[in-house]
């Protein structure tokens, strides 16, 4: 089971499938999902890729949070991830996805830095990566103020993607 964290503003707790329509709903949006592959739409897959990716079971301390306010935990303002990085072997990627309304408040850094001390202090592992498609520029700003530093141009999925890091002292590793 993973942990619950609070921040000043927002509480993250493990995704449920009561959490499966919101996220639905939310990548819908065009502008959500633009600069991410999958199969947003195509209802049936759509759905059953949701539904499977709340009922994985991932390695312990990993998977999904769901992100809500703590003064209103009913309302839906996304969800942040920590899970192994399937396209390339055993890095530890962090990732979010917030419904457009609710981008520009400053919700996925403040959720992100739990799940990032979340990660090194008790999963223990070394360094984090995030893979964003170079031309999603407020993803790019979310990772570059929790201390990701660029790295290195990747493909995944087909799609380029610039991945960013950080590592266990919470410097980012720099290119060279």
Known sequence: MLPTFRTDRLLLRPRTMGDLEDCLAMDRDPRVTQHIAGPW????????????????????????WTI???????????????LPCLDFGDEIEIGWRLPHRHWGHGYATEAARPVLRHAFDTVGV???????????HASIRVAEKLGLRFVEDRTIAGEPARSYQ????????HAG
């Open 41 to 64: 739409t195509d209802p049936d897959r759509h759905r059953a890729f949701v539904v499977d990716r709340i009922q994985t079971r991932w390695p312990d301390g990993l998977g999904y």
């Open 68 to 82: 809500v306010p703590r003064a209103d935990p009913q309302t839906f303002l996304g969800w942040i991830l920590l």
């Open 126 to 136: 070394t360094a984090v990566i995030a893979d964003i498609h170079p031309h999603n």
């Open 166 to 173: 950080i590592d266990h002292t919470g410097t980012g590793q």
